[in-house]
């Protein structure tokens, strides 16, 4: 029984060489008002997303990245904002932001959807949002605005054990926590009560260190999507290149001219509903009083809406079937308010299971009414085609066989004014193979996110050439 008092002794010990390890919250505001973040800088980083309806598998899910190369220049309020945004299936959004005196403008590197269009930005705000961007990617630049804020709004507490020091802070909406190590001081976690930041691989620059990585855990169920970031460069610049401003050449501020009408007759029997708010069309086929809907994207308001043209035109018609091309969050939340009109969800076997698990419609979805579709299956006169694709396991496109319409998701995105992009997603390949494999006869391309302009099938022939 010797050995109780011994340990005894030893916590005791153990304790006392902790008591001189404390840090006040005094010890940690001093600290940090002694760094200087640099007010010029240049920051490049990496975040993965990972939304399981939004990638290729979503019971598999890899993540998608988005690289971006941030550069400030604090004394003459410029900035610059190359970033690459990978959307699945080869869609890879290269764009440019550049911000000088009082100009902002914004363009497609690459002319993937903006085509050759400049959009001219406000350029105090797009600064503001740039530089603060930049500076909350690093952990010290966190912890600085912490312990800049008023002390008595602060409760700070050590804990001995661990030696972290933890300080908690009551925000309007919600309680932040934010724990430092202090064996060196190292802010390493911000969470609240839906999230935690967690800072990790520490890397030391001009006197100061910062977090390389850091992810968003989720703390309990919410939609905030997990997120890793990886630091990958963080340097102090004197000013940024001159050229990085410069109107780039072949482009125009022009905006490209497009079908303002909210409602077309487009085919026989085939008409479009473009909705300008959300950028997206949706088709419909008329026969006989039964209606078939093409697309039931985003939210149930907008599907109440497109419901409330199509009736208001056809009183008569009936809202029979309802096709999606995949189940992309964004092309399937819609489906509640067709389903509430009995209409039939027409789709693969792989969407109708993505919308079955669809964390929406898991109440409901025992009651939505399925017709399951093959490649190529002729139903009502549109014809469904799964080419294969890496944007999504299944992702069909409808072909409105007598009106020669195509009708398709996410297989191509092009701008408004048609300037031919200068890559070729894979999706969009593969999309363009199958109406030549097929020898479809088609004129004109719907796409989902393309409101204002139908293209042209002598377009799609102009963009495949120009990449063989
Ligand atoms: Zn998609």
């Known amino acids: 029984m010797r050995a109780i008092p011994i340990l005894i002794f030893l916590f005791i010990l153990i304790g006392c060489k902790n008591e001189k390890k404390k840090v006040t919250l005094n010890q940690l505001i001093t600290h940090y008002n002694k760094i200087e973040v640099p007010q010029s800088y240049s920051i490049d980083f990496t975040n993965t997303r990972f939304v399981p309806y939004q990638v290729y598998d979503y019971k598999n ?32 959004f290269e764009s440019i932001t550049a911000v000088k005196d009082t100009t902002a403008i914004d363009y497609s590197l690459n002319k993937i959807w903006d085509g050759n269009f400049i959009t001219s930005l406000d350029a105090k705000e797009e600064y503001n949002y740039l530089q603060k961007t930049g500076q909350r990617k690093l952990s010290v630049f966190e912890a600085k605005k912490l312990l800049e804020t008023p ?7 050590f804990d001995s054990k661990t030696l972290d020091a933890i300080i908690t802070k009551n925000g309007k909406k919600d309680t932040l926590v934010y724990t430092f190590s202090t064996q060196p001081i190292q802010l390493k976690e911000i969470k609240n009560s839906a999230e935690s930041r967690i800072f990790k691989n520490f890397k030391t620059y001009k006197g100061f260190s910062y977090a390389s990585e850091y992810s968003y855990v989720k703390n309990k169920d919410t939609t905030t999507t997990p997120l890793k970031v990886k630091i990958n460069s963080f340097k102090e610049i004197d000013k940024i290149d001159a050229n990085k401003f410069s109107t780039p050449k072949g482009y125009t501020f022009e905006k490209p001219i497009v079908n303002k ?8 029997n085939t008409y479009i509903i473009r909705d300008f708010k959300r950028g997206r069309n949706v088709l419909f086929v008329v026969k006989n009083n039964v209606i078939t809907v093409i697309g039931a994207p985003v939210s149930n308001t907008y599907s109440k809406e497109v419901i409330e043209t199509i009736e208001k035109k056809f009183p008569k018609g009936k809202i029979k079937f309802v096709y999606v091309t995949h189940m992309h969050n964004d092309h399937i939340a819609g489906l509640q308010e067709y ?69 398709q998701g996410d297989f191509m995105q092009v701008s408004s004014n048609l300037t031919v992009p200068s890559i070729l997603p894979e999706a969009t390949k ?10 479809l006869a088609v004129k004109t391309v719907i796409g989902q996110h393309q409101a204002g302009n139908e293209i042209p099938m002598t377009f799609l022939n102009k963009y495949y050439k120009k990449h063989q």
């Open 61 to 92: 899910v890899d993540g998608l990245t988005a690289n971006h190369i941030i550069e400030i220049d604090g004394k003459r309020k410029q900035a610059y904002n190359k970033r690459l945004t990978n959307v699945a299936g080869g869609f890879e």
């Open 261 to 268: 009408d909210k409602l077309s007759k487009i085919g026989k």
């Open 430 to 439: 593969h999309f363009i193979e199958r109406i030549y494999e097929d020898k």
């Open 339 to 407: 389903a509430n009109k009995n209409a039939t969800i027409i789709a693969d076997a792989f969407t109708i299971e993505g919308i079955k698990d669809f964390d929406q419609f898991k109440e409901t979805s025992n009651q939505f009414k399925f017709k399951t579709i093959k490649d190529r299956e002729i139903f009502n006169g549109i014809q469904f085609h799964y080419p294969k694709n890496r944007h999504c396991k299944m992702q069909g496109f409808a072909y409105i066989i007598k009106d020669q319409l195509v009708y």
């Open 151 to 157: 002390k008595d709004s602060l409760i700070y507490v």
